[in-house]
């Protein structure tokens, strides 16, 4: 017989050469007349050619749980002429036995039915209630043959077309890894629990532990009526334990639930281990991707978290360890870093700790000497164990990056926190210039950051970073066309222009007009401040420094310590390579701000009225530009630093250097001087106690032993999102629909009726 299409279920293609048989003997065994063992992998599609010999590590599969397949006789065949089951105790009968090392063929415990169609296809089908019996029909009226003859198969393709009673995959490639049998010996206790959890989650199966104790270990399979059992026994003297009994039959088909018992937190971490330790960023949910895929069994997302920190604990060490080396790296790194700034504090009670202050004499150098006069002042909450804040102390450099001064950790954010770090600050300041021009420092201005300012800063210009703003004002009014007048508000440079914006607002919504009117202009519009931002009206630090410092706000604090020095390191040296290429007088924004200057001056007509003092007439008006004072009506010369076109204008008229006009901190010499200084390297801990004998403050610092804060993250996983501090404890507002006079809804979506 040829071209008879045989199929069993899950798209695997069988391919029997012309000198193979699939031969029915008179036991009813189902067998193969040459020695081929017949196996089965994981992938979705396996070509069995019989005509060559098989590879067993090719094929993928490993032990079964002693199932074999034997095709006997069922005495109730109706409409059949014969009808024949297997289950538990059949038998895969080839006619030559598997010699040692080949495997035999697992069967799942389903109800499938496989019968033979009018197109001599033989197909399985599987139903949905499963019990521990299976139908095969053969159709011999069709076929042509009866119990006792042999059935040639030529050219015949074997297809599996089959649903799994359960959404997780199982896998059948078995490593001979997992193989137990009497007398095999294990090193110690954990080895051997290790071992048999291993296999298992392997051969899918659930273990139940019967007795457990110093000396003995008996478990069996948890499913109820599996005969499975092991049961392993310490030898006398030594650690070493060893199986006694085992025995290794199921007949349970394993487990057809999601998870694993067996799949325990440390079974997860060590199966990851490596990966992580190669990628420290790997996601849970990579991990669970990758569990089901090599192992066959799909995990909780918590499971796949908990395993990952556990792994992350022993490579960068505990959060509590964090703490207790807080002193001794604080002195590692005045140690490394001559003329830094390192101090951490602990309760005096209990000495639970509160603060931490770090500044790097790089950062120091670099503001004090190089850096517009100009501070950020914002914070983080920290992901990791026991919470707490991370405060930033941001200045900018010539090009107008970022360039973080000095930053603190505290246990909770409040008033007498924020007056400490900027106490810390100021000093910090204080001793290191005597020249130091009135800062200009933007935050969110909460509380205590302005009670902070005030009383250690009283000569500096605070003003409202205009991202918090404009964030309140968005939540309030949740208008985009008013969020954008709101931003042309504070870019314009004339309170003329900045009045036309805000009648703007008011024709569109009153509401929004007298909410704007309510904070005062002159702490944060650009055309009533009195400090010089230099065109900056934002310091949103956390969000501009990306999401290597959400990363870093969940480590051990002294790896999220490591971790914000390593990335200035970085910066440091790129950008002193990057500037050490350039070739122009201005840092690269700078002459970008001249260049436009330069083409619009090209239109202006100039009128000299003595040696320092122009009128500059353009289509927008006549402005007066005075270059010994550096400044021009337009007030852009002032605010920005750089020459605005009127400025430029004139210079050009009396052959001036436009680049000599502008503020020291645009040039390249400048930018090259911020960065001239380096942050070093901090040895390994393992190295500390090493490199600090004889230094007495060294010494000092491991006798101070520093407790984590006593405020614990609440269970659950961790906020990602940032909430900022005008969110917490907000009361929501309550919309009103102007149609209804209802509450709860807008007008958009009223139902009332008209």
Not at 290 to 310: F, N, P, V
Not at 525 to 549: C, M, P
Request: hydrophobic letters at 35%; charged letters at 25%; proline letters at 4%.
């Amino acid at each position: 017989m040829a071209n008879h299409d045989l199929i069993l279920g899950q798209s695997h293609d069988l391919a029997l050469g012309h000198d193979q048989q699939l031969v029915l003997n008179h036991n009813h065994n189902l067998g193969l007349n040459q020695n081929h063992d017949l196996e089965l992998g994981q992938t979705d599609e396996h070509h069995l050619d019989l005509g060559q010999p098989l590879d067993h590590d090719e094929l993928g599969l490993g032990h079964a749980h002693d199932h074999e397949l034997d095709l006997g006789q069922n005495q109730d065949n109706e409409g059949h002429d014969d009808v024949h089951t297997y289950g538990h105790e059949n038998e895969l009968a080839m006619d030559q036995k598997p010699e040692d090392g080949d495997h035999e063929l697992p069967l799942p415990e389903h109800n499938h039915e496989l019968a033979l169609t009018e197109n001599n296809d033989l197909t399985v089908s599987e139903n949905q209630e499963f019990d521990d019996s299976m139908a095969l029909t053969v159709h011999n009226q069709e076929m042509g043959i009866d119990s006792g003859e042999d059935m040639g198969v030529h050219d015949s393709e074997l297809m599996i077309v089959c649903t799994p009673p359960v959404i997780q995959a199982r896998a059948l490639a078995i490593s001979s890894n997992y193989e137990l049998s009497v007398g095999q010996e294990f090193p110690d206790v954990k080895s051997c629990r290790r071992a048999l959890r291993d296999t298992a989650i392997a051969l899918h199966f659930e273990m139940q532990t019967i007795k457990s104790d110093k000396t003995r270990f008996t478990a069996k399979c948890a499913s109820e009526g599996c005969p499975w059992r092991i049961h392993v026994a310490k030898l006398a003297g030594v650690p070493t334990f060893t199986i006694r009994t085992i025995t290794d039959n199921h007949t349970c088909g394993g487990i057809t639930h999601l998870g694993h018992q067996q799949a325990s937190v440390q079974w997860v971490a060590s199966s990851v281990e490596q990966r992580l330790r190669e990628n420290p960023n790997c996601k849970p949910k990579e991990i669970l991707e990758e569990i089901h895929k090599a192992h066959g069994i799909t995990l909780s997302y918590k499971q796949a978290w908990r395993g990952k920190e556990r792994i992350m604990a022993t490579m960068r060490g505990s959060f509590e360890e964090g703490y207790r080396l807080l002193p001794q790296y604080c002195e590692q790194l005045k140690r490394t870093n001559p003329g830094s700034i390192a101090s951490v504090y602990g309760s005096p009670t209990d000495n639970c700790f509160q603060r931490l202050f770090i500044s790097f004499q790089a950062s120091i150098y670099g503001f004090l000497n190089a850096c517009r006069p100009l501070l950020g002042l914002d914070r983080t909450y920290l992901k990791n164990k026991y919470l707490g804040t991370l405060l930033l102390a941001t200045g900018f450099d010539g090009d107008g990056a970022l360039f973080p001064v000095a930053f603190g950790v505290v246990d909770e954010e409040n008033d007498d926190s924020w007056m400490w770090f900027l106490s810390e600050l100021h000093n910090l300041l204080e001793i290191n210039t005597e020249n130091m021009p009135r800062l200009t420092i933007l935050s969110d201005r909460q509380k205590g950051i302005v009670d902070g300012v005030e009383a250690n800063f009283p000569t500096a210009f605070h003003g409202f970073c205009m991202r918090h703003l404009s964030d309140s004002f968005r939540k309030e009014f949740n208008n985009t066309m008013l969020v954008n007048l709101l931003w042309e508000a504070a870019h314009v440079l004339t309170v003329i222009e900045f009045e036309s914006k805000i009648l703007e607002i008011e024709e569109i919504s009153q509401d929004a007009a007298y909410w704007i009117r309510r904070i005062p202009p002159r702490l944060w519009a650009t055309a009533y401040f009195e400090g010089q931002r230099f065109g900056h009206l934002t310091a949103n630090i956390v969000e501009s420094l990306d999401t290597w410092i959400l990363d870093a706000s969940g480590l051990p604090i002294v790896q999220m310590t490591e971790c914000i020095r390593r990335q200035l390191m970085t910066w440091f040296n790129e950008r002193r390579e990057t500037s050490m290429q350039w070739t122009s007088i201005l840092v690269p924004s700078a002459e970008r701000h001249v260049a436009e200057a330069l083409e619009r001056a090209r239109t202006y007509q100039v009128l000299r009225a003595n040696e320092a003092e122009f009128e500059v007439i353009s289509h927008e008006g006549t402005n007066i530009v005075d270059i010994r004072n550096r400044c021009c009506l337009c007030r852009g010369w002032q605010l920005y630093g750089l020459p605005c076109a009127h400025a430029v204008a004139a210079l050009l008229s009396c052959r001036q250097n436009v680049h000599r006009f502008t503020e020291s901190c645009f040039t390249v010499a400048t930018y090259r001087k911020t960065y001239s200084q380096t942050i070093h390297p901090i040895p390994d801990k393992s190295l500390w106690k090493e490199l600090s004998e004889g230094d007495e403050n060294a010494a000092k610092a491991d006798q101070v032993l520093i407790n984590p804060p006593k405020s614990l993250r609440p269970p659950g996983r961790p906020r990602k999102k940032r909430v900022r501090a005008e969110d917490r404890g907000r009361v929501k507002r309550v919309v009103h629909c102007s149609r209804c006079n209802q509450t709860g809804h807008f007008r958009t979506t009223c139902a009332a009726p008209i």
